[in-house]
T-cell receptor, first 115, second 107 residues
């Protein structure tokens, strides 16, 4: 079982270009999340999805979009990258979302540098 | 929405000492409180969690306590070892996460 995977591992992107970060899980989890991690700021939620076909905004959604066409995949798109989007991006999944809460399983992360 | 505060941001201890990290939350409806450990260059991983119907949970050298009335919960690590050095995150339900505590254990 692969668990949760992300691609690419790292990327250098020119400002103004678009990019999609991929995330796939094989655990049949209902909920998926995208975080960015910056030094001193912890893990900040960008977007989430509690079930296939639905998405929601997190703490820092501006400049990012997501889709959840099926249970397994949750891509994150940067339409026009800016240097402030330089960060490490983690995808995560949990069996259930919401206030009830459940263990989150994280992918290995994508290190993105926007120049 | 839920807000989670975590303290301290950094913690340095000697090997064998105990370490305590505290978190407070705002939404009384939250009922799941996990702790994650992130080693340098790695992904966060769950180390222990507690639900609101339990006041304390232990797993070898780590324990979590929960005070629902005061809306705070704590991670306790006893007999710390150098391999405990990492960043620790708390959460109330999932997400948000606290901003993390960098624990350094020196031998």
């Amino acid at each position: 079982t692969a668990g949760i995977t992300q691609a690419p591992t790292s990327q250098i992107l020119a400002a103004g270009r678009s990019m999609t970060l991929r995330c796939t899980q094989d655990m049949r989890h209902n909920a998926m999340y995208w975080y960015r991690q910056d030094l001193g700021l912890g893990l900040r939620l960008i977007h989430y999805s509690n079930t296939a076909g639905t998405t929601g905004k997190g703490e820092v959604p501006d400049g990012y979009s997501v889709s959840r066409a099926n249970t397994d995949d949750f891509p994150l798109t940067l339409a026009s990258a800016v240097p402030s989007q330089t960060s490490v991006y983690f995808c995560a999944s949990s069996a259930e979302g919401g206030l009830g809460g459940d263990t989150q399983y994280f992918g290995p992360g994508t290190r993105l540098t926007v120049l | 929405g839920e807000n989670v505060e975590q303290h301290p941001s950094t913690l340095s201890v000697q090997e064998g000492d105990s370490a305590v990290i505290k978190c407070t939350y705002s939404d009384s409806a939250s009922n799941y409180f996990p702790w994650y450990k992130q080693e340098l260059g790695k992904r966060p991983q769950l180390i222990i969690d507690i639900r609101s119907n339990v006041g304390e949970k232990k797993d070898q050298r780590i324990a979590v306590t929960l005070n629902k009335t005061a809306k705070h919960f704590s991670l306790h690590i006893t007999e710390t070892q150098p391999e405990d050095s990492a960043v620790y995150f708390c959460a109330a339900s999932n997400p948000p996460f606290g901003k993390g505590t960098t624990l350094s254990v020196s031998s």
